[in-house]
């Protein structure tokens, strides 16, 4: 069985850091682009940070420059730097695992960014 479990989210004042940590089980973790999404209320989910098997990264320019991820091989987790959160990074985060035509979703933790 999948499983794509997320931790870390919770609240913080605008300027603060989160990270975020995603536990993957069940996958050739290796093998896996994996990703993370978030979701705003009333907003389409929309792509934070991606990093291909071999480490290779993308970040949209929204977040560039504020946001790091990376992976964990041993552990099979994918994380999340955030740093300097701002209110507009308030959102539903989902971890994302792709290799071909499957796709794997995590259930989201949430990030709330108080002014």
């Known amino acids: 069985q999948v499983q794509l479990v997320e931790s870390g989210g919770g609240l913080v004042r605008a300027g603060g850091s989160l990270t975020l940590s995603c536990a993957a089980s069940?996958?050739?973790?290796?093998?896996?682009?994996m990703g993370w999404y978030r979701q705003a209320p009333g907003k389409q989910r929309e792509l934070v940070a991606d990093i291909t098997a071999s480490g290779g990264t993308n970040y949209p320019d929204s977040v560039k420059g504020r946001f790091t991820i990376s992976r964990d091989r041993g552990k099979k987790t994918v994380y999340l730097q955030m740093n300097s959160l701002n209110t507009e990074d308030t959102a539903v985060y989902y971890c994302n695992a792709r290799l071909e035509g499957t796709t794997y979703w995590g259930r989201g933790t949430q990030v709330t960014v108080a002014s």
């Open positions: 069940g996958i050739s973790f290796s093998f896996y682009r």
